[in-house]
């Protein structure tokens, strides 16, 4: 069968997917209401980071900064992540529901301002002007939920931004890339790379060549079927090509690795409860299963090699390099997989939680000659978003950077950055305070070096104790010495997931 049909058959099958694992299948539960989460925000302030935007813009607004900003450090940083958790009586149960809000924070002569937008999809349109949850959640049940068209219908492009050719886009991982406007952030539409890919799933987490050209994938166990859609995005934004790695059995992937010469694919075992609810309720992981690993030549993308390592729970897969005949591939995995299927589900109910430090820093190393693969611990644990500089070497581990968690700390989540060198064994870290939360944070060269490792470490940090929101740059080879300014606005933003810097001179 040829590609193009085989996209064709399985779009259209989606729909008659509704008894198989899937996006598209759920039933009516009992939903919990937004005032028991307001009960806990009155007790917590730190629940701020789950609080829903009843707005659908901020800004632009002038941040104050303290510190000294580096001159040559501008541009915008882009940030996505849901913020729109409550509508009427129903608040969503599961962080990845909530409807996407765009953020930038604009670096220009010396000043430093944010704005925000809630990313106009279909279904935040259609919503809004019904003022209720109507459609399907990922990981919501939605009582009196009406028909969708296609994944994109359910579309909340909320977990990552990327940038591709000129084009900035924001992402889910279950449809299309939503374009969104670089400068006002209007949602554009959802993007349609063929005509036979329309809703095809472009996941959140895709990888740049050092030529600006991209890889990613999309699941097909959306759909009720099993495998990938493996996208090749040109360095001008255009499709280049794609192709089907086929799976002879489901698994789970948010995201994944990559070398010089090859993709990395890790899939996570689970299987569908036959219970009503949504993907992410009616998940559950089987540890007592392997993880299969395909490891995708760049060159042959329809030859792969299959490999199996024991069961891990991974979201966030940091860098990969080939040494001595093995594939290595670093990840943050989950120690309590219940934790992985929802994080901070208790936050999301307005409660208490204590699992963000639940993670630990692990290595796959696939060898090549044998056909073995195998898991190896570094003795890392509480971080996650784990980031680094694109410019490391192939052939050895590079640096990394990462939200952690160090005490003391007065809420159940990152609040400090780390610097992660395991060739050194050393562990660096600077503490923001027990009153800060702290986001992912991007490694960003310095503009005309090509050392790796000659940048500044760009993120975003919510300080519930003076109900403020801000963006912090650090020198990522001195992580320990602190911050070198951070700039704050005198407002809260929900906690999001991913970003993506774009230089301006």
Same mark, same amino acid.
């Not at 899937?22 to 701020?48: C, K, M, S």
């Not at 996941?203 to 090749?232: K, M, Q, V, Y």
């Not at 995005?233 to 698994?251: F, M, Q």
């Given at each position: 069968?040829?590609? #193009?049909?085989?996209?064709?058959?399985? !779009? !259209?099958?989606?729909?008659?997917?509704?008894?198989?694992?899937?996006?598209?299948?759920?039933?009516?539960?009992?939903?919990?209401?937004?005032? &028991?989460?307001?009960?806990?925000?009155?007790?917590?302030?730190?629940?701020?980071?789950?609080?829903?935007?009843?707005?659908?813009?901020?800004?632009?607004?002038?941040? @104050?900064?303290?510190?000294?900003?580096?001159?040559?450090?501008?541009?915008?940083?882009?940030?996505?992540?849901?913020?729109?958790?409550?509508?009427?009586? &129903?608040?969503?149960?599961?962080?990845?529901?909530?409807?996407?809000?765009?953020?930038?924070?604009?670096? #220009?002569?010396?000043?430093?301002?944010?704005?925000? #937008?809630?990313?106009?999809? /279909?279904?935040?349109?259609?919503?809004?002007?019904?003022?209720?949850?109507?459609?399907?959640?990922?990981?919501?049940?939605?009582?009196?939920?009406?028909?969708?068209?296609?994944?994109?219908?359910?579309?909340?492009?909320?977990?990552?931004?990327?940038?591709?050719?000129?084009?900035?886009?924001?992402?889910?991982?279950?449809?299309?890339?939503?374009?969104?406007?670089?400068?006002?952030?209007?949602?554009?539409?959802?993007?349609?790379?063929?005509?036979?890919? +329309?809703?095809?799933?472009?996941?959140?987490?895709? !990888?740049?060549?050092?030529?600006?050209?991209?890889?990613?994938?999309?699941?097909?166990?959306?759909?009720?079927?099993?495998?990938?859609?493996?996208?090749?995005?040109? /360095?001008?934004?255009?499709?280049?090509?794609?192709?089907? &790695?086929?799976?002879?059995?489901?698994?789970? &992937?948010? @995201?994944?690795?990559?070398?010089?010469?090859?993709? +990395?694919?890790?899939?996570?075992?689970?299987?569908?409860?036959?219970?009503?609810?949504?993907?992410?309720?009616?998940?559950?992981?089987?540890?007592?299963?392997?993880?299969?690993?395909?490891?995708?030549?760049?060159?042959?993308?329809?030859?792969?090699?299959?490999?199996?390592?024991?069961?891990?729970?991974?979201?966030?897969?940091?860098?990969?390099?080939?040494?001595?005949?093995?594939?290595?591939?670093?990840?943050?995995?989950?120690?309590?997989?219940?934790?992985?299927?929802?994080?901070?589900?208790?936050?999301?109910?307005?409660?208490?939680?204590?699992?963000?430090?639940?993670?630990?820093?692990?290595?796959?190393?696939?060898?090549?000659?044998?056909?073995? /693969? #195998?898991?190896?611990?570094?003795?890392?644990?509480?971080?996650?978003?784990?980031?680094?500089?694109?410019?490391?070497?192939?052939?050895?581990?590079?640096?990394?950077?990462?939200?952690?968690?160090?005490?003391?700390?007065?809420?159940?989540?990152?609040?400090?950055?780390?610097?992660?060198?395991?060739?050194?064994?050393?562990?660096?870290?600077?503490?923001?305070?027990?009153?800060?939360?702290?986001?992912?944070?991007?490694?960003?060269?310095?503009?005309? @070096?090509?050392?790796?490792?000659?940048?500044?470490?760009?993120?975003?940090?919510?300080?519930?104790?003076?109900?403020? @929101?801000?963006?912090? +740059?650090?020198?990522?080879?001195?992580?320990?010495?602190?911050?070198?300014?951070?700039?704050?606005?005198?407002?809260? +933003?929900?906690?999001?997931?991913?970003?993506?810097?774009?230089?301006?001179?």
């Amino acid at each position: 069968m040829q590609r #193009r049909s085989f996209m064709q058959s399985v !779009l !259209l099958a989606s729909l008659a997917a509704a008894g198989k694992p899937g996006f598209l299948r759920a039933e009516v539960l009992a939903p919990t209401g937004p005032e &028991l989460f307001a009960a806990g925000l009155a007790r917590d302030p730190w629940l701020a980071g789950w609080k829903s935007v009843g707005v659908e813009s901020l800004g632009p607004t002038q941040a @104050s900064i303290e510190g000294r900003w580096p001159g040559s450090l501008t541009g915008t940083l882009y940030r996505n992540g849901p913020a729109r958790f409550e509508r009427g009586a &129903l608040r969503y149960q599961h962080w990845f529901d909530g409807d996407g809000m765009m953020h930038s924070w604009r670096i #220009r002569d010396g000043q430093i301002s944010h704005t925000a #937008r809630m990313i106009a999809t /279909a279904k935040f349109v259609q919503e809004e002007k019904a003022g209720r949850f109507e459609v399907r959640a990922s990981g919501t049940t939605i009582p009196g939920a009406l028909p969708i068209r296609n994944n994109d219908s359910m579309n909340t492009a909320n977990t990552a931004v990327v940038r591709l050719g000129d084009r900035v886009f924001a992402l889910w991982e279950g449809g299309s890339a939503y374009e969104i406007d670089p400068d006002t952030l209007a949602a554009r539409g959802p993007t349609t790379w063929r005509s036979d890919l +329309v809703a095809a799933p472009f996941s959140a987490h895709p !990888l740049l060549e050092r030529d600006g050209s991209a890889w990613n994938f999309g699941s097909l166990d959306f759909f009720g079927t099993t495998g990938l859609l493996i996208w090749r995005i040109g /360095a001008d934004g255009a499709l280049v090509r794609t192709a089907v &790695l086929e799976s002879k059995e489901p698994g789970y &992937l948010h @995201s994944f690795a990559m070398t010089q010469k090859y993709l +990395v694919f890790t899939f996570m075992p689970y299987r569908m409860a036959e219970d009503k609810g949504a993907f992410f309720e009616r998940l559950q992981f089987t540890p007592d299963r392997a993880c299969r690993i395909a490891l995708v030549p760049k060159d042959a993308l329809d030859a792969p090699r299959w490999f199996e390592a024991p069961f891990a729970a991974i979201y966030h897969f940091a860098d990969a390099y080939e040494h001595r005949g093995e594939v290595v591939v670093r990840a943050a995995r989950h120690r309590d997989i219940e934790e992985a299927r929802s994080p901070m589900a208790a936050a999301m109910r307005g409660e208490r939680d204590s699992s963000s430090s639940n993670t630990e820093l692990v290595s796959l190393r696939l060898d090549l000659a044998r056909n073995r /693969a #195998r898991w190896e611990t570094h003795g890392v644990s509480g971080f996650e978003f784990p980031t680094f500089d694109a410019r490391a070497p192939g052939n050895q581990p590079a640096l990394l950077y990462a939200p952690a968690s160090v005490k003391p700390a007065n809420a159940p989540f990152f609040n400090a950055i780390s610097s992660i060198d395991t060739r050194a064994e050393r562990v660096d870290v600077h503490h923001y305070g027990a009153d800060v939360m702290a986001e992912e944070h991007l490694f960003v060269p310095r503009p005309g @070096s090509t050392r790796p490792g000659d940048g500044w470490l760009v993120g975003t940090l919510l300080d519930f104790g003076r109900g403020r @929101s801000g963006v912090v +740059v650090l020198d990522a080879a001195r992580v320990k010495e602190g911050p070198l300014a951070i700039a704050w606005v005198p407002y809260t +933003v929900p906690l999001g997931f991913h970003g993506w810097f774009v230089h301006k001179a």
